[in-house]
T-cell receptor, first 112, second 115 residues
Framework: QQQVKQSPQSLIVQKGGIPIINCAYE??????FPWYQQFPGKGPALLIA?????SEKKEGRFTISFNKSAKQFSLHIMDSQPGDSATYFC???????????FGQGTILTVHP | NAGVTQTPKFRILKIGQSMTLQCTQD?????MYWYRQDPGMGLKLIYYSVGAGITDKGEVPNGYNVSRSTTEDFPLRLELAAPSQTSVYFCASSYSGTADQETQYFGPGTRLLVL
C-alpha cells in the first residue's frame, strides 16, 4: 500500500530531447507528489511538486502530469540540457504526516 | 543559513563498532528525518521526529536509534555495525504550518562503509 514504483531505472537522451519518467502509486490517501533531483555527491533537492486537484503543473522546462484515476504521475523535461543529467526521484505522502515514500530513482544522462 | 549539515562525510567502521551520525539544521524546522540510500532502491526512511522529544520509526529502523533533545539536532546512532548498514545516509528537515510544509531540505549525506 505504501509503495511508489518508478520507471525507467535509467534513461539516455540527446540534448533537446524530452525525457519522461513515470511513477505509479497504490495508496489512494497520498495527496502530495513531489519530484526530487539529485546530483552526484549531493543530497536530493525539491524540483517540482503537484497535488491531485490539478492534472498538470509546469515550472520552467519541467512539467508534472497527474492521472488520479490511474494512480500515475510523470515528469517531463522539455529541451533537456547536459546540466539536467542527474538522478530523479518521485515521491508521495499524506501531507498531514510529512513522511515521503520515494520511488527507486531514475538516472538521466543528457548527451551534448 | 547553512541549511542541513551532516558529519562526518565518510566513515569506515568495523563490524560490531558503534558510531553516531550527526545532523544539525539552522532553519528552525520542527520535522526532521533520517534516510538511507542504496543503489537502485531509492531512499528509505529510518526514523523521523516531529519536534524535540518526539521520535518515531520509519520503514527500516532496525539497528538504529535516534534522539531529539533540541530543535536543531537529530543524531542517528548505530550500536553494532553490520555490513548491511553500508549505505549513504541523508538527514532532512521540513517545517509544518505553511504552504511550503512538505518541502524537505536534505543534507549532503554521510557515506558509511562497514567492513
Amino acid at each position: 500500500q505504501q509503495q511508489v514504483k518508478q520507471s525507467p531505472q535509467s534513461l539516455i537522451v540527446q540534448k533537446g530531447g524530452i525525457p519522461i519518467i513515470n511513477c505509479a502509486y497504490e495508496n489512494t490517501a497520498f495527496d502530495y507528489f513531489p519530484w526530487y533531483q539529485q546530483f552526484p555527491g549531493k543530497g536530493p533537492a525539491l524540483l517540482i511538486a503537484i497535488r491531485p486537484d490539478v492534472s498538470e503543473k509546469k515550472e520552467g522546462r519541467f512539467t508534472i502530469s497527474f492521472n488520479k484515476s490511474a494512480k500515475q504521475f510523470s515528469l517531463h523535461i522539455m529541451d533537456s540540457q547536459p546540466g539536467d543529467s542527474a538522478t530523479y526521484f518521485c515521491a508521495a505522502s499524506m501531507s498531514s504526516y510529512g513522511k515521503l515514500t520515494f520511488g527507486q530513482g531514475t538516472i538521466l544522462t543528457v548527451h551534448p | 543559513n547553512a541549511g542541513v549539515t551532516q558529519t562526518p562525510k565518510f566513515r569506515i567502521l568495523k563490524i560490531g563498532q558503534s558510531m553516531t551520525l550527526q545532523c544539525t539544521q539552522d532553519m528552525n524546522h520542527n520535522y526532521m528525518y533520517w534516510y538511507r540510500q542504496d543503489p537502485g532502491m531509492g531512499l528509505k526512511l529510518i526514523y523521523y521526529s516531529v519536534g524535540a522529544g518526539i521520535t518515531d520509526k520509519g520503514e527500516v529502523p532496525n539497528g538504529y536509534n535516534v534522539s531529539r533533545s533540541t530543535t536543531e539536532d537529530f543524531p542517528l546512532r548505530l550500536e553494532l555495525a553490520a555490513p548491511s548498514q553500508t549505505s549513504v545516509y541523508f538527514c532532512a528537515s521540513s517545517y509544518s504550518g505553511t504552504a511550503d510544509q512538505e518541502t524537505q531540505y536534505f543534507g549532503p549525506g554521510t557515506r558509511l562503509l562497514v567492513l
